[in-house]
């Protein structure tokens, strides 16, 4: 079936505007996370939805980042007044189970949003 | 803030050779992933290692696991030229929380 799903693939943003990422996972997956990941580094935790429930969000850089899943599924990622630090990519993945101690389901990533900050 | 370190951060290898890539986490894990990512496209799941396990095989790749080191290695052989990617470590920590952290990453060039 369908991989997770992201959009846009390419994001550029005035200093100051609000932007809005969306992301699909793969249907049925109770897990959804949000990663940034700047050029040259690993993924950073964002946040992490299990079904519609967001159980972490610690990763979250700031107030202006805000993530939703309101029906479980589709996710959208909001950052208001964007930010040049804000630039990044921002990966989101989908996993079947949820995340427990043993969490042996594999995250499936979608391809990313890059987003510049101009 | 992460929780793996990857070692090296960069690797060149001739088509053929052996790859060997190194992970160290800081808290005790039920698991350890690795991950693969090609340029400008999402991670791609590899293999997971329980905690429990020592050592694991899927194909060119051998996992190691030494959790009374926090570490891991990855090993790649007879390497391909598409084998060219970053490849990441990946923990939950047995300390309560949702998150799966990745190290910084070690960028794999593999010369045809």
């Known amino acids: 079936g369908a991989g997770v799903s992201q959009s846009p693939r390419y994001k550029v943003a005035k200093r100051g505007q609000d932007v809005a990422l969306r992301c699909d996972p793969i249907?049925?997956?109770?897990?959804l996370f949000w990663y940034q990941q700047a050029l040259g580094q690993g993924p950073e935790f964002l946040t992490y939805?299990?079904?519609?429930?967001?159980?972490?969000k610690s990763g979250l850089p700031s107030d202006r980042f805000f993530a939703e899943r309101p029906e479980g599924s589709v996710s959208t990622l909001k950052i208001q007044r964007t930010q040049q630090e804000d630039s990044a990519v921002y990966l989101c993945?989908?996993?079947?189970?949820?995340?427990?101690?043993?969490?042996?389901?594999?995250?499936?990533f979608g391809n990313g949003t890059r987003l510049t900050v101009t | 803030s992460q929780q793996g370190e990857e070692d090296p951060q960069a690797l060149s290898i001739q088509e053929g050779e052996n790859a060997t890539m190194n992970c160290s986490y800081k808290?005790?894990?039920?698991?350890l992933q690795w991950y693969r990512q090609n340029s400008g496209r999402g991670l791609v799941h590899l293999i997971l290692?329980?905690?429990?396990?020592r050592e694991k095989h899927s194909g060119r790749l051998r996992v190691t696991l030494d959790t009374s080191k926090k570490s891991s290695s990855l090993l790649i052989t007879a390497s391909r030229a598409a084998d060219t990617a970053s490849y990441f470590c990946?923990?939950?920590?047995?300390?309560?929380?949702?998150?799966?952290?990745f190290g910084a990453g070690t960028r794999l060039f593999v010369k045809a």
């Open positions: 993945a989908s996993s079947l189970g949820p995340l427990t101690g043993n969490h042996n389901s594999p995250l499936h």
């Open positions: 249907s049925g997956h109770v897990s």
């Open positions: 939805f299990q079904n519609e429930a967001q159980l972490d």
């Open positions: 808290t005790s894990i039920n698991n």
């Open positions: 290692i329980r905690s429990n396990e």
């Open positions: 990946a923990t939950v920590p047995n300390t309560g929380g949702f998150k799966t952290i």
